[in-house]
């Protein structure tokens, strides 16, 4: 099994290399510390799966998963989050991971998910099984969140962090407008008129 290890921060990449180490049958045969270190390796390099950050700077994780499986339709995606095992993981499998470990627990389960993945199977923690149970098991209406898109929902939650329309348009790589047009359509389909309605929502709903 052939693993690309997709992470700016060197202190992830070594503790992932060193569990991933002791395993004779996978070898990682790249690293990348941004989106576009990513891309070149995949120009010369054949990888199975690849170990994905999903928040790294500059570019959104989740149209990263996109552009490689757009290219490599054939290759799998291990996302590697700080976010807890809800929102930001159900996102990510909708996008076309394969799965997700919180980077908490990588180093004892990094080597299960990778093996289910190469089984052709998704990889989801026991909690995140619980979670998507209960929500499968609830009778409610739908969060007013995920009524987004994929883009309107990251574009929701920096304007959640109190991020200026700028900054938003510089982190995701879109223009200003771009930006103001998403703000537009989330606080239409989210029935809300001001950021500061936003900025409560996603607290009350653990967003942020």
């Not at 757009?70 to 799998?76: A, D, I, N, Y």
């Not at 990889?123 to 995140?128: D, G, R, T």
Request: no cysteine.
């Amino acid at each position: 099994m052939k693993v690309i290890l997709v992470d700016d921060f060197e202190l992830i990449r070594d503790g992932l290399k060193k569990v991933i180490a002791k395993e004779k049958d996978i070898e990682i045969v790249g690293e990348a510390t941004s989106a576009e270190e990513l891309f070149e390796l995949l120009q010369t390099t054949k990888v199975d799966i690849i170990i994905l950050d999903i928040a790294l700077p500059g570019r959104s994780g989740l149209d990263i998963i996109k552009d490689v499986l757009f290219q490599q339709p054939e290759v799998k995606i291990l996302i590697l989050s700080m976010h807890p095992e809800d929102r930001m993981a159900v996102t990510a499998l909708r996008a076309g991971a394969s799965g997700y470990v919180t980077k908490a627990m990588a180093s004892k389960t990094v080597v299960e998910a990778l093996r289910k993945i190469q089984e052709g199977r998704r990889y989801i923690s026991s909690n995140l099984a619980e979670y998507l149970a209960q929500e499968l098991n609830t009778d409610y209406e739908k969060p007013l969140h995920e009524t987004l898109s994929t883009r309107e929902f990251e574009v929701m939650k920096l304007i959640a962090e109190g991020k200026p329309v700028r900054d938003i348009a510089e982190l995701l790589f879109i223009s200003v407008n771009t930006v103001t047009s998403y703000r537009s359509r989330i606080m239409e389909k989210m029935r809300m008129k001001t950021n500061a309605e936003i900025i409560r929502y996603a607290i009350e709903k653990e967003l942020i």
